[in-house]
């Protein structure tokens, strides 16, 4: 059995979906803060999964779940991951993402399950100082969210070292799109992220689509970033773990399509998938953003045999029939 621990939020729920169709029994475990329990109730018929409301904070809670299952391997995703929030109230970072998963790696030795794969991010680099950026490239996090998931790696090291606890890192870039048949999406409250923002002002809310800042040192003047599908990052997940079986060795691996897109461009190619005329405006800079963010993710192609399958296209006309079915969900609510 594969613990998926916030199993229930965007990409914990598409690489639940990958884990089953792989034929594997998973358990989630979610506090459903930010998850959602529709998510759970979808993923019920695709495959042998169970549910267990609950909180990393609390050592009962999965103490409880340690005992309940018999669990060989964890996939760990449970976390929060707004970075403007984290800068100003980085307790809530810090108990949760780093205090919360070593109450996890604690348990995980109490019960002897000693394989974890882990979902850390791009912002532990902090500001580049070279663009493709690898594994290598120094980590200096410029907020508290990404200085929570680096703190989670360095513990996850020395926790090898001691204990003989093996743990994958993977530093995703910017994630994208949902899955192709429509049954998970993405489903933040607040939404802060690029594509989502883009299609929801296609709704005809008074929402107009800002681009944040336009003056920056690349080629159109707006930030670059790397932009990889859920799908093919949920599959990293499995063939992550999968390494970990085979060579039951500790490792880190960037997650990104090595291609860098403007926000520009990125908007533009909403407007082609969709059809349609966009309104935007530009706004001032986000304070934090870094202009230029794209990964070199060979190790991970080298060595899991991952490859980034979907087209940018690809992850924009999921996300758009996502958006569709969570408007009629939302507007439903609503209406209650
Ligand atoms: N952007 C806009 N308008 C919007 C939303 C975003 O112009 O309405 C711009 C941002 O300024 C940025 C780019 O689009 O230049 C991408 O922004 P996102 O918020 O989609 O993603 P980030 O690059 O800020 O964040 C991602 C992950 C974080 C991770 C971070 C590391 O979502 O979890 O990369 O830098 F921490």
């Known amino acids: ?101 070593l109450n996890l790696l604690d348990t995980m030795l109490k019960h002897d399950v000693k394989k974890i ?46 204990y003989g606890l093996k743990s994958i890192k993977l530093r995703y870039f910017n994630v994208a799109g949902c899955d192709e048949k429509c049954r998970v999406g993405e489903w933040h409250n607040p939404e802060t992220h690029l594509i989502p923002n883009i299609l929801k002002s296609t709704f005809g809310k008074g929402q107009t689509f800002k681009i944040f800042g336009n003056d920056y040192n690349t080629p159109d003047g707006t930030c670059i970033r790397d932009y ?30 090595e291609q860098g897109d403007s926000v520009k461009n990125i908007f533009d190619a909403c407007e082609k998938v969709l059809d349609k005329k966009i309104p935007v405006e530009i706004a001032p800079r986000r304070a934090g953003d870094p202009a230029k963010l794209y990964a070199d993710a060979q190790k991970a192609k080298t060595l899991l045999g991952w490859q980034p399958a979907k087209t940018i296209e690809q992850s924009i006309k999921t996300a758009y029939d996502w958006e569709c079915r969570l408007q009629k969900l939302i507007n439903k609510e609503s209406d209650l």
Do not use: W
């Not at 599959?235 to 970990?244: I, Q, V």
């Open 117 to 162: 794969v882990f979902s850390s991010t791009c912002a532990t680099y902090g500001e580049p100082e070279y663009t493709p950026i690898d594994e290598k490239h120094p980590q200096n996090p410029i907020n508290p969210y990404g200085a929570s998931k680096l703190m989670v790696e360095r513990i996850m090291a020395d926790y090898d070292i001691a």
């Open 228 to 257: 990889v599908n859920v799908e093919d990052l949920a599959r990293a997940h499995r063939l992550a773990l999968e390494y970990l079986n085979k060579e039951n060795k500790s490792d880190v691996f960037n997650l990104g399509t």
């Open 1 to 101: 059995m594969i613990l998926i621990t916030g199993g229930a939020g965007y990409i914990g729920s598409h690489t639940a979906i990958n884990f089953l169709n792989a034929g594997y029994d998973v358990v989630i475990f979610d506090n459903l803060e930010t998850g959602h329990i529709e998510t759970i109730e979808t993923l019920k018929p695709i495959g042998h999964v169970s549910f267990e409301k609950g909180d990393l904070r609390n050592l009962d809670d999965l103490e409880k779940l340690f005992f309940k299952y018999d669990i060989e391997a964890v996939v760990h995703f449970a976390a929060f991951s707004l970075v403007g929030e984290s800068v100003f109230n980085p307790a809530k970072y810090y108990r949760n993402n780093t205090y919360g998963t």
